[in-house]
């Protein structure tokens, strides 16, 4: 009795220490273990391909020569077919960066707009009509983040179907003034247009897509969350809007993408979020998915319908990946 009442005003302290530095124990390797540890426990045998995160990021970005080469490599692998991973939400992306298309009844909500013209062109334009979606519906895009894998085909968009082009203020300012990452590969920014602040809503028809600003991989970053059917169910839906470390040693960074997953948990915790997506496919399995719908349409249950408690594992490897690598970089 004695000994837990001097534990628990610890604990309080703590737990109030948390709200304002994290709570962190000095940072040390055995820190840096516990939390990749942490990370691993989370990620199960179903979400390996998170854990990459865990892995130590650089400290600096690469010299441009090495990002564009490393980006070219990206870019020429193949293109997967388009896909359709529920009624209303359609995979128009590439290998390597996602293009999700949200079919409302008065139109399409894309999110992201891939690296250039020529994506935008053969990989959304022509995905959709195989898809027997009619791209001049498409009325809103949202892009994610301003890095240019996924603004890079949204001039071509707005040229060619005049849709409204959704991101936050502070992606738009960073994409104005300083963008952090560019390469000849990507298409120029497109012009500023609609800025959303967190918890705006986008409605189209009959849908809704909320954005939340999820700062981390730019301090921009939009999080859509919405719902997606198969049949007569209803999944709600959050897109995890930027996920990689690749800003080089910056812990306030690092603090906000754990405060942005930290905070993102409980809101897939109150909406029963069912189903975690990213913008990369690498991420969420996207592409195997597609594929066992594509051999079986109406595939029930539905691979991308992972269920809550998976979704906040997800959200958990992410916090944790950034928080090792908030040590890590603090011990350097
Ligand atoms: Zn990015």
């Given amino acids: ?15 109030l220490a948390a709200i304002l530095s994290g709570c962190a124990q ?16 989370a990620a199960g045998t179903d979400l390996q ?18 990002s564009d080469r490393g980006i070219a490599a ?30 409302t009844s008065d139109g399409i909500i894309l999110i992201d707009a891939l690296n250039n ?12 009509r195989k898809l027997g979606l009619d791209p001049a519906q498409i009325k809103y895009v949202i892009v994610t983040h301003g890095h240019g894998d996924h603004y890079g085909g949204a001039k071509y968009l707005v040229q060619k179907y005049r849709p409204r082009i959704v991101m936050s203020e502070v992606d738009w300012k960073m994409t104005e003034t300083q963008l952090e990452f560019t390469t000849p590969l990507w298409g120029a920014p497109p012009q500023r247009d609609m800025a959303v602040k967190d918890g705006d809503r986008i409605t189209l028809g009959d849908t809704t897509v909320t954005l939340y600003l999820t700062p981390g991989h730019t301090m921009g970053t939009i999080t859509p969350v919405f719902d997606v059917k198969s049949g007569n169910r209803t999944y709600r839906t959050l897109l995890w809007g930027g996920t990689a470390f690749n800003f080089g040693k910056d812990i ?12 993102m948990s409980t809101v897939a915790k109150e ?43 997800g959200l958990t490897v992410m916090n944790e990946c950034a928080r090792a690598q908030r040590d890590r970089f603090t011990l350097q």
Avoid at 49 to 66: D, G, H, N, S, Y
Avoid at 252 to 262: A, E, G, H, M
């Fill in 117 to 128: 013209e020529a994506e935008a062109t053969a990989l959304i334009d022509g995905g959709m």
């Fill in 271 to 313: 909406q029963k979020v069912d189903v975690l997506l990213s913008n990369h496919a690498g991420y969420d399995n996207a592409l195997p998915r597609l594929e066992a719908l594509r051999q079986q349409p109406g595939l029930q249950p539905n691979p991308f319908v992972i269920g809550n408690e998976a979704v906040l594992r």
């Fill in 74 to 103: 990206l870019m020429n692998k193949p293109p997967p077919p388009q896909g359709q991973a529920f009624d209303n939400l359609y995979y128009v992306g590439a290998d390597w960066v996602s293009a999700w298309a949200i079919k």
């Fill in 1 to 15: 009795m004695t000994n837990r009442s001097s534990i628990r005003p610890l604990a309080g302290a703590c737990a």
């Fill in 49 to 66: 391909p998170l854990l990459v995160l865990c892995k130590p990021a650089p400290a600096t970005r690469p010299p441009q020569a090495e």
């Fill in 252 to 263: 306030p960074r690092l603090d906000s993408y754990i405060q942005s997953t930290q905070r």
């Fill in 26 to 41: 000095p940072a040390s390797q055995s820190t840096v273990s516990a939390h990749v540890a942490a990370a691993t426990q």
